[in-house]
Nanobody, 126 residues
Framework: QVELVESGGGLVQAGGSLKLSCVCT???????????MGWFRQAPGKEREFVAA????????TYADSVKGRFTISRDHAKATVYLQLNSLQPDATAVYYC????????????????WGQGTQVTVSS
């Protein structure tokens, strides 16, 4: 059983920042360094969408066009944790943010199977 636990969400005003964390607490903890990690989000009434991903060794990152230059994904192998720094937030960023892990980077980016957390709510007020 794999458990990914997100935290760091909350209510922030437009233009503000948040830093989300996703810690692996069970399952792939010892193998965390070989899993690609990513963040997705789902706004009310919309489908879940890709936000950012980082390769297993942290050597490559990729972002959705809508967040490039404002969001930053990073990882800490010692803490089995992946982070998402959200800057210059706007109301359209309001969503539940999920982290995901997958052994295939391509599958991860397409949101295919793998492991998922329960999500953390981000709300941006105007």
């Amino acid at each position: 059983q794999v458990e990914l636990v997100e935290s760091g969400g909350g209510l922030v005003q437009a233009g503000g920042s948040l830093k989300l964390s996703c810690v692996c607490t069970k399952g792939i903890v010892r193998a965390f360094s070989v899993y690609n990690m990513g963040w997705f989000r789902q706004a009310p009434g919309k489908e879940r969408e890709f936000v950012a991903a980082i390769t297993y060794n942290g050597g490559d990152t990729t972002y959705a066009d809508s967040v490039k230059g404002r969001f930053t994904i990073s990882r800490d192998h010692a803490k089995a944790t992946v982070y998402l720094q959200l800057n210059s937030l706007q109301p359209d960023a309001t969503a539940v943010y999920y982290c995901a892990a997958h052994s295939s980077f391509s599958s991860l980016m397409h949101g295919l199977s793998g492991y998922w957390g329960q999500g953390t709510q981000v709300t941006v007020s105007s």
